[in-house]
C-alpha cells in the first residue's frame, strides 16, 4: 500500500465541488511541500498544484490545493466532464528517504 | 517550450537488463537549474519514483530499487539514460522521464522532492520471455 493514503474514487456531477484528501505522516507531508497531478487516460501525469497551494501558468482557479498538519486536500469547484481523470497526490518523505505518491484517486463526473 | 521523449525496446526478457534514453528539447539537460527523474507506473497501477540526476552526475536512488538502478545524464547529446538490471515482471511498467527544480539550501543542494514538470509521455516496458 501507498505511504500517503488517498480516497479510490470520487464523484460529482457538472458544476459541484469536490474535494480529494491525502493524508500521510509527520515526515512526509508533515514536514515537506505536497504536490498534486492528474492524469487523463493513457496520457502522462500533469503537474496541477505545486508547493501545497500554488497553481502553474495555465491551470484553472477551480483546482485548489490546502494542507493542514500531516494530511493535503485538493478541491475543484466548477467541476467539469474534462475533469474526469486520475489524481495523485506526491511529497517528499524524510525518514524513506525518497518520493512517495499517493496511490490515486480516480474522479468520475456523473 | 520543454519536452521530453523517452525511448527504448518495448519488451525485455527476465533477468535482463532494461535500457531507456529520454531525450530532452527546448532546455538543456546541463542549465544547472533542475534535476532530471525517472517514474514508472505499472498497468493500472500507481506512480513509484525510481532517482533524480543531475548534470554533474550526482544522483539519488530510490532505497528500493537502488541495487539494481543506474542512471546517467550525456550532456553531448542532451539525454539520461536509465539501467534497471535483473528484471521481472514485476518491473513491466510505463517509464516516465521528467524535470524536477533543483533548490539550494545554505548547506546543500538538492532536488525539490515530489515537484515533476514536464513528464514525458512515457513507454511500456514489458518484462516476458
Known amino acids: 500500500q501507498s505511504v500517503l493514503t488517498q480516497p479510490p474514487s470520487a464523484s460529482g456531477t457538472p458544476g459541484q465541488r469536490v474535494t480529494i484528501s491525502c493524508s500521510g505522516s509527520?515526515?512526509?507531508?508533515?514536514?515537506?511541500?505536497v504536490y498534486w497531478y492528474h492524469q487523463l487516460p493513457g496520457t502522462a501525469p500533469k503537474l496541477l498544484i505545486y508547493?501545497?497551494?500554488q497553481r502553474p501558468s495555465g491551470v484553472p482557479d477551480r483546482f485548489s490545493g490546502s494542507k493542514s498538519g500531516t494530511s493535503v486536500s485538493l478541491a475543484i469547484s466548477g467541476l467539469r466532464s474534462e475533469d474526469e481523470a486520475d489524481y495523485y497526490c506526491?511529497?517528499?518523505?524524510?525518514?524513506?528517504?525518497?518520493?512517495?505518491f499517493g496511490g490515486g484517486t480516480k474522479l468520475t463526473v456523473l | 517550450q520543454v519536452q521530453l521523449q523517452e525511448s527504448g525496446p518495448g519488451l525485455v526478457k527476465p533477468s535482463e537488463t532494461l535500457s531507456l534514453t529520454c531525450t530532452v528539447s527546448?532546455?538543456?539537460?546541463?542549465?544547472?537549474?533542475?534535476?532530471w527523474s525517472w517514474i514508472r507506473q505499472p498497468p493500472g497501477k500507481g506512480l513509484e519514483w525510481i532517482g533524480y540526476?543531475?548534470?554533474?552526475?550526482?544522483?539519488n536512488y530510490n532505497p528500493s530499487l537502488k541495487s539494481r538502478v543506474t542512471i546517467s545524464v550525456d550532456t553531448s547529446k542532451n539525454q539520461l539514460s536509465l539501467k534497471l538490471s535483473s528484471v521481472t515482471a514485476a518491473d513491466t511498467a510505463v517509464y516516465f522521464c521528467?524535470?524536477?527544480?533543483?533548490?539550494?539550501?545554505?548547506?546543500?543542494?538538492?532536488?525539490?522532492?515530489?515537484?515533476?514538470?514536464?513528464w514525458g509521455q512515457g513507454t511500456l516496458v514489458i518484462v516476458s520471455s
Open positions: 521528467a524535470r524536477a527544480p533543483r533548490l539550494c539550501s545554505s548547506a546543500s543542494c538538492y532536488a525539490e522532492g515530489g515537484w515533476f514538470d514536464p
Open positions: 527546448g532546455d538543456s539537460v546541463s542549465s544547472g537549474s533542475y534535476y
Open positions: 508547493r501545497n497551494n
Open positions: 540526476i543531475y548534470y554533474s552526475g550526482s544522483t
Open positions: 509527520s515526515s512526509n507531508i508533515g514536514s515537506n511541500y
Open positions: 506526491a511529497t517528499w518523505d524524510d525518514n524513506l528517504n525518497r518520493v512517495v
